[in-house]
């Protein structure tokens, strides 16, 4: 069986975590109003506490940070083949000047 929750969007996810921080509203009042689950709402809060504006950045995007971390990652991966391919060629060349 696969998964039947609700998905909700980040304006409804922001909006309950806003309830509960600035509103001052219970945890478990804000999660029973609003029909989810209070172990969800305080998932949703410890990622908009840690992560603020990039919070719930929805399926299948990144943050920027892990973004980066990916951009980086690839680059490394493209210069550490050049270098083999470097490597290769100054061999080659070192045997073939006789």
Do not use: C
């Amino acid at each position: 069986m696969g998964f039947t929750g609700k998905r909700h969007n980040k304006e409804f996810k922001v909006e309950a975590v806003r309830l509960v921080i600035e509103k001052k509203l219970s945890v478990k009042a804000v999660a029973t109003d609003l029909g989810i689950n209070v172990k969800t709402l305080y998932g949703w809060l410890r990622e908009y506490t840690k992560h603020k504006d990039d919070a719930f950045p929805g399926s299948g995007k990144l943050r920027p940070e892990e973004a980066e971390i990916r951009k980086l990652k690839r680059q490394v991966a493209d210069l550490e083949e050049q270098i083999a391919i470097l490597k290769k060629a100054k061999a080659y060349f070192a045997n073939h000047r006789k």
